[in-house]
């Protein structure tokens, strides 16, 4: 069971709520004239919490994978809930890419939005404690109060700065959210009467109900079920991707970057935090339904990209692919294959967020989606055709680029699953490079053949300025992933046993009373004030944050000691 | 020196972040002195290097960093210097220098001048992680690098629709290739459990042959597709829209061959695996015959050569595929040097006809253009395989071996004795054309016909040079040498499979059928020679007439065998109209759903609203305007109702099921 380790300061409860200031301040201070201050506010606000959130980096400690910068306050004990946050392996890099992308999502809105601009970044702001709460919480209420408050402000934003069909794409995208949303909750509820039954325990805590709560394997089946239908619709995985063509293609610009971004990723989030430990049984068993999914979701999504006429309804169908590469990986249950999928999490969105902003920017200037609005732009508009061909090879996966590094682990863990799965997938790449390349020929080549297109404007300094972050990022992580991967290793390795092997905390039945005194039993680390000057390295024998201390702490069982046995079935002795 | 390796590719990337960050505005017409001189310098590091390999016993695998790990799986960014490496190197940087040096002459003026060069250099980055990298991943980034700038440069002229066209086929059809090659990586690491050459190579003879076919084949396929192989070969012809000095370089002398490289560097896995030694010498020799005959009639002067470069690439591999390596990676040598030669000069015929390729329009340049003619003869004669030029040697090497080595076979060595008649007949015929008989130039190219500058003849000469010499460090022992390459290569190829080192000195007793077939090929180069001189020169009637005689052959060769058409019904436009289909099904079926569930809702909302006003209506009538007035407001905010419902619903169930569990 992984521990909760405390930090010097409440950075993550800082980071998480002060877009939401922000967004208070914007709301209550500001008048509507003063669309300068407005623009420029909030994008301070989101650029110092990207800045804020840089420490978690700086401070993060790759070795283990515990849950750290761990806050905890009692909220509503009566039901056990607690305000509970913390970050490990996997969050961490969902939670950079958001700040991240938060920021630029509001520079590249200066020129698009000029209605509503109070509201539009209040949305924005609000927008962003969503999606960090999200990845921040460790327990279910908040976790779920995250995840609702998340799509109100996404629902403004497509349906009323959206375009075409914007209510429609609003509604569509509000209402299937919902409905997943529901069913997972129905999961959850669940979840905490079975923690509570077992335990006598009455809590919402995730780890707890994680590593404590031991469900038999029919159970396990629905429950899985459950949450799969709300991460599904989130991801999306095929059949459930309907939503996501309308909502993309009719959100803002800086929507659809947020939602292809980071809003996506919430489903792939839940199916590694939840379903993957909290079901380890039903997950091996439905191994082939998810993987059929999603290689379907891969080729699927990628021939019907091919077909498109509308750039965004494009990348939005590339994005299902992109999404079945990752969900294949999460789903070759090793650690090459996880690893990869969480990368590639994070590359899908740099590459998918810089597309949609490329996609922006042309049509902030044509106000046509339309691929044959286009042709020759090339020689008109040098500066964009460098970044978007950039872009448009790292969404293929060229090595050197980010992509490739996700997909190759992705494909390598999946190979060691099934060759079958990696063969089909692989197509996938063939297909991804043919319509990617088409696009790029369709507008960028060829003589300017539509008289508008000859005065286009070139990239100005705050496109560059939001876009060469993202090209770094891509470079970076195609070059030297080492410390990308460094992260998320002890978590993915822990993973990958606890689904294959996976063991629970013994916990005595307790009466309900004990429940309210452990609040605040985090252990504590001084950051700062550690005299080796690396707060890292003071975490170590830390003792278990909750359970029995007599209690056996059976962490990994003889069966599953060592990798390599049954966890990655990949040793040469072992295949041949 | 070999500890300063990264540096050779470090030159030209460094230059491509120069040139491609300031090209544009600050450097525009001067970005080759950039270009070439990184070039310059990565060759005098290669140079050192080669000569520590090759007479000081240096080389070894250098670490650069660790790139991708997890869990088994680890993968560093590391190089490695060997005997062939260090071959590899001296063909790239040195072709590759020469190649720079003459485009600065050919693409003087071009607008887009500053971006040939960045794309050149990265061209020249990736090629040498290719030839460089320490594994098999590092390879793949070579491989796909080489393959991104064959896409901008094929593309260079984008505006032309054709050139556009054949960059993107190229990456695709190279992607289905690249598809194998990647297939092949995980099934070495799967069963290997590592990806670099160490490993892979020390543990090679532990694999089962049917998982030795697998991986083999699986890395032929990338071959196929980077070497244009059949059925992969179709994007090569078309390649040719990019610049000549670009066909020179990646679409002859180096890139194509990287699939040559990659087969002969993977030769311990290869050996593991007979069928597909034989796949690879079958599709080698098919391949060779078959663009051979291609190239019979071809008009175009760089089409033919495009045809050519694709049979002499089959050569290769028929000679990996019966286990001669070393004479696969020597002819890759000689080939890299006849054939730049073979481009170079193409170019400067394009460059002096005012951009005309068609060689019907050309005829007797050799008296404008001296040096080129000169040239270009010397590479004819190489590429034709008469003695003492490079080429035969080499290509005579891989005729020798598919006739005697434990994998050959007499049939094998008959394709490739036929498609080395054809070579010397399509290479004069071209000859012939372009620089003998009557000029058949019209008066405006006539008018502006030169002899192209320096640093274009410069290259020319310097190419015509090795074309001669390059082939003498293969002499074969029978013939008084001691084929030196083949020591050279043996650490890194081994001596496996091959037929006891060519000739093995006299009182070997095939050694008369080695002196015949020699003599032979040399017969059926002259013959090949002596056979276009009478068609071309002689008669010029007479190939009309053949054509005349023989339409349904003479159709099938000029149209290429049709090969791009079927590709074109019978693949892509299928997955086209699929495409379409799935899209259509997507948004009426699958999204049909979505919407059909969303009315069923409201309907059922709106009916039950119904069932309210007029159940409770007649019962209480105050309730009843409120529920009347409710049921309007219901109405326009419908949509919204549908969460209400479902978490009615849900939450029914979720007491029932708690009750359930609770009690």
Redesign the interface.
Known sequence: MPKLIEFSAPILTITCFLPLLGAFWIALFTKKEQEKLIKYGAFVISLVDFVISLPLVYYFDPSTHNFQFAERYSWIPSIGVTYLMGIDGISILLVMLTTLLSAIAVLCSFAAITERLKEYYVCLLLLETGMLGTFMALDFFLFYVFWEIMLVPMYFLIGVWGGGRKLYSA??FF??T??GS??M??GI??LY??HF?ATGDLTFDIVKITYQLQISRDVQFWLFLAFFIGFAIKVPM??F???LPDAHTDAPTAGSVILAGVLLKMGTYGFIRFNLPIFPEASKMLVPFMVLLSVIGII?GA??A???QDIKRLVAYSSVSHLGFVMLGLFAL???GI??GLLQMINHGLSTGALFLIVGMVYERRHTRMISEYG?L??QV?VFT?IFAITM?SSIG???LNG??GE??I??GA??AS?LY??FA??G??LG??YM??LF?RM????ITNPANRNLADCNLREVVYMVPILIFMFWIGL???PY?DMM?PT??KL?ERVNHPTYQAVAKKSQGTEQGRAGTVQRVAGKANPEGTPMRAKVNSPQLSGDPAAPLPQVSPASAG??NGA?G???EG?? | MSQYVWLIPLFPILAVLIN?LFG?KYIRDKAHYLAVGSVGLSLLVAIGIFIEVAFLGGGGDYIL?????????SVNVGFLVDPLSAIMLMVVCGVGFLIHVYSVGYMHGDGGYYRFFTYLNLFMFSMLILVLGDNY?VM??G???VG?CS?LLI?FW??K?SA??A??KA??VN??G??GF??G???I?????GLDYHTVFA?AH?L?TG?ATAITLCLFLGAMGKSAQLPLYVWLPDAMEGPTPVSALIHAATMVTAGVYMVARSNALFMMAPVSMATVALVGAATAIFAASIGLVQNDIKRVLAYSTVSQLGYMFLACGVGAFAAGIFHLMTHAFFKALLFLGSGSVIHGMSGEQDMRKMGGLRRHMPITFLTFAVATIAIAGIPPFAGFFSKDEILWQAFSSPHGHIGLWLIGAVAAGMTAFYMSRLVFMTFFGESRVDEHAAHHLHESPRNMTVPLSILAVLSVVGGWVGIPQALGGSNRIHAFLAPVLGGHGEAAAHGAVVHHPSAVAEYGLMLLSVAIALGGIGLAYQMYLRRPELPARLAQRFPGVYAALSNKYWVDEVYLYFIVNP??R???S??KF?ANL??G??NGA?WLTLWNSFTSGRFDLSAVDGAVNGVGTLITAGGKAFRRLH?GL??NY??AM?LG??VL??IY??S
Do not use: C
């Not at chain 1, 960028?444 to 003589?447: E, H, K, L």
């Not at chain 2, 690491?189 to 459990?193: E, I, N, P, Q, R």
């Open positions: 509604i569509k209402l299937y919902l409905f529901v069913l909750l129905l509820l669940s009467f079975l039954q095929f059949p991707h309907t939503w699927y021939l019907v091919m077909a498109q090793n650690p090459q690893a990869g020759g090339s020689h040098p460098v090879f060229l090595p050197g490739f590094v190759f682990l494909l390598i190979f060691q060759w990696a063969l692989v197509s790449i063939v490079a043919a390349l088409w020929q960028m080549f060829g003589q030297y992933p080492k991967l290793g993915v390795e990958v990798h390599g990655t990949s040793t040469p295949r041949r | 491609g544009r960093y660790p790139w991708i790990f997890s869990g088994q799986l991943l793949f980034v491989w796909e690098g991104l896409y593309g984008f505006e629709r556009a066209d960059g993107k990456f695709i992607r289905i690249d598809a990647l297939l990586i995980f099934l690491f799967a069963h290997l459990g543990n532990n089962s998982v997955i086209k699929l495409t379409r799935l899209w997507d699958v999204d759903a979505v969303g949509t549908v969460q479902a978490l849900f169930i979720f099921v708690s569990w609770l």
